[in-house]
């Protein structure tokens, strides 16, 4: 068990992310025991026979990367009786209370010879962890399948007409993103704030390689929407074809699940490495809960077969180009690795978003105006752009300056020939400016973007407050803008 960092967003803190790990994997902790035990007696019965209980299950942890001393400190505190699971549960309990353990006054410290206050604070923590996901897990009932108005790839039967107010037809036209699996009346409410259109839900499996559920509520025609060409790879063998020799049988994934803001560790995948080791003496296949652990492991990390039972997380630009960027599009201008499997984790993916983009290439032949809020790293400059609609002005709203740099190095790089405004903050986008920037372009033809997901998404059972938390309220900053920038526009034809 790997301690989690951020899932969709960038302040969920450490602790609170490893019991997110915990309770993720609890069932196999409970249900494997006895057949994880079966299997440690299997693969030391034969070569260690001499050995007593003890000594063997020191001897098979410590191959799987479990130092030898907190094996044996675990195995004195947790007593001769403890199984496989419960040694791990403490190790893993002593590693988390070291962490904390750095940031705490002297005089508030466990003792060193505390191990049961330390395991008492670790199962207190999961079950008031589990209390706050159940309460915030609200059910929410999404189409399957997940293909919204339709998508290329599948002939499956969709919804090809819908009718809009007067009020919400463009242009201008606006085009809002966030998660699918929000908190239960979350999108009826956006929806709401939005002239009532309901929210389009639609799967990027259906696109590429990966999944990644999302809602979208836009004005825009759902007629004659066209792919880009050519169409990315769909299968994670299609993707990665050397990881086909590699791939074990007991492995059936086809795609890869959403892809985060950070990836698994190196310590990791060298436990897995180690676990499949251990196993070998095993004829055939590993049990089916070492199967069942591995498997969790590299759906949740979204782990490639790399080697001879060797893992690996995705590199940034294979990341890249299943989001559907251009190789090395997050490279160079001393953006950390670690920024640039944040800022495409929070990324639109591309494909997805220039299919329902496509129906405005013939509507603006000569170029569009673009207002891009919480732009990001640009998914939908780059979606445009490969779409061939030429950008003439983007005014792009980021707060991040490490993603206002990648679209700006982006912008350089592919010698776009109109202007490129960036602002740092939403608010400073009030009715004054609006105004000024629309006299200066003409109008905005298209108002897109998705607003700050950390308080939406499942993941984060800390801070799950809906549209009143603090990041996911900005969504009020985007209905206002949209708001001003119909207004204006539609006093400047009158």
Not at 295 to 310: Q, T
């Amino acid at each position: 068990m790997e301690p989690c960092i951020s899932s969709d967003d960038s302040s969920s803190q450490y602790n609170e992310n490893f019991l997110d790990d915990v309770y993720e994997d609890d069932s196999w902790s409970s249900d494997s025991d006895n057949c994880i035990n079966s299997a440690k007696q299997s693969y030391l019965n034969d070569d260690n026979s001499s050995l007593s209980e003890n000594e063997k299950t020191l001897l098979f942890l410590a191959n799987m990367g479990y130092p030898a001393e907190e094996v044996s400190i675990a195995m004195e505190r947790c007593g001769p009786e403890a199984s496989f699971s419960e040694l791990i549960d403490f190790m893993c309990a002593a590693q988390m209370a070291r962490e904390e353990d750095v940031y705490l006054p002297e005089d508030e410290k466990p003792k060193l010879n505390s191990g049961g206050y330390k395991r008492k604070m670790y199962n207190e923590l999961c079950v008031r962890k589990k209390q706050r996901a159940i309460t915030n897990e609200e059910p929410i009932h999404l189409p399957r399948p997940m293909i919204g108005f339709g998508v290329p790839t599948e002939s499956l039967p969709a919804i090809v007409q819908r009718t809009l107010s007067e009020q919400a037809i463009g242009p201008p036209f606006f085009y809002y993103e966030n998660v699918a699996l929000a908190p239960k009346g979350v999108w009826d409410t956006m929806s709401r704030f939005l002239y009532d259109i309901k929210p389009e839900f639609v799967d990027s499996k259906y696109f590429c390689a990966t999944a990644r559920k999302r809602g979208y509520i836009h004005n825009l025609p759902i007629e004659d929407r066209f792919p880009l060409l050519p169409l990315p790879p769909r299968t994670i063998h299609e993707a990665f074809p050397l990881t086909k020799k590699w791939w074990p049988s007991w492995d059936t994934r086809t795609k890869l699940n959403c892809l985060q803001t950070c990836i698994g560790s190196a310590r990791l995948a060298d436990r897995i490495r180690k676990a499949m080791k251990a196993m070998e003496n095993f004829d055939g296949e590993p049990p089916l809960m070492v199967q069942k652990y591995v498997l969790d492991e590299c759906r949740k990390w979204n782990l490639l077969w790399v080697g001879r039972n060797k893992v690996s997380p995705l590199e940034t630009d294979e990341f890249e180009m299943l989001m559907g960027f251009p190789r090395n599009h997050t490279r160079g201008g001393g953006i950390s690795r670690t920024d640039r499997y944040k800022s495409l984790g929070n990324s639109f993916q591309v494909d997805t978003v220039a299919y329902h983009l496509s129906v405005l290439k013939d509507l603006y032949p000569n170029g569009i105006n673009v207002l891009s809020l919480f732009s990001g790293i640009g998914g939908a400059e780059v979606a445009l752009y490969r779409l061939g609609i030429p950008l003439n002005n983007v005014v792009s709203v980021e707060i991040s300056e490490v993603n206002r740099n990648i679209l700006r190095s982006w912008w350089e790089q592919t010698y776009q020939k109109g202007n490129l405004i960036d602002f740092n903050d939403i608010q400073q986008l009030n009715g004054d400016v609006l105004e000024q920037m629309i006299d200066s372009f003409g109008g905005f033809d298209l108002v897109i973007g998705g607003s700050p997901c950390n308080n939406l998404t499942g993941s984060n059972r800390v801070t799950r407050d809906g549209l009143e938390g603090k990041d996911s309220s900005l969504f009020y900053d985007y209905v206002r803008i949209v708001d001003l920038v119909k207004s204006i526009m539609s006093n400047r034809r009158v």
